[in-house]
């Protein structure tokens, strides 16, 4: 499966343990997006990278959340002090830094916490 | 925020062609129109995008008007399997910081 990969699909973790997702992105891209999404909304931007480098954050990403790429391959996303608010489907995309080209999305880790 | 606006809802009957609308009337000249869509509890899937002209791919065709104000989705024959959320989005950004930023998508519901 050349697609994106996202590890793991489901974690159940306690209020105010850190958890860590890992997206593997399409080997080739070097675009690599997170995003959040909760039920009934659309995906929410969270931050992307260029390469190793990331670009933005968004103002949902709180000092609790950090983001890291570090050889511009796979990426980590990670939530200090989980709260219940951070329930929700976590979705990391990849793309090339073209201008005519398409992002992919992978499967998401469903977050809850409890 | 998203700079389009999309029905709520839609239904379709299967076989029939599911036509969804898009509104995105402050689109810049450079900024594409994409369409993805979400099954339950999946990630989103690509489907189509343009920036002007019209295009058409194994899945789907995207009608874009000429002052590029709205588009619309065409599923030419729908089946119980194109049940989703549509979302319609315009990418944002300069080449180097391009971003997606998501709506509330259409609700398409295709009835038996």
């Known amino acids: 499966d050349t697609g994106v990969s996202q590890d793991p699909r489901h974690k159940i973790t306690k209020r105010g343990q850190n958890v860590t997702f890992r997206c593997d992105p399409i080997?080739?891209?070097?675009?690599l997006y997170w995003y959040r999404q909760t039920l009934g909304q659309g995906p929410e931007f969270l931050t992307y990278f260029q390469n190793e480098a990331q670009l933005e954050k968004s103002r949902l990403l709180s000092d609790r959340f950090s983001a890291e790429r570090p050889k511009g391959s796979f990426s980590t996303l990670e939530i200090q002090r989980t709260e219940q608010g951070d329930s929700a489907m976590y979705l990391c995309?990849?793309?090339?830094?073209?201008?005519?080209?398409?992002?992919?999305f992978g499967q998401g880790t469903r977050l809850t916490v409890v | 925020d998203a700079k389009t606006t999309q029905p709520t809802s839609m239904d379709c009957a299967e076989g029939r062609a599911a036509n969804l609308p898009c509104n995105h009337s402050t689109i810049s000249g450079n900024e594409y129109v994409y369409w993805y869509r979400q099954i339950h509890s999946q990630g989103p899937q690509y489907i189509i995008h343009g920036l002007k002209n019209n295009e058409t791919n194994e899945m789907a065709s995207l009608i874009i008007t000429e002052d590029r104000k709205s588009s619309t989705l065409i599923l030419p024959h729908a089946t119980l399997r194109d049940t989703a959320v549509y979302y319609c989005i315009v990418r944002v950004g300069v080449l180097g910081t391009y971003k997606y930023i998501f709506g509330t998508g259409t609700r398409l519901k295709v009835l038996a």
């Open positions: 995309a990849s793309s090339l830094n073209h201008m005519n080209t398409e992002a992919f």
């Open positions: 080997s080739e891209h070097n675009r």
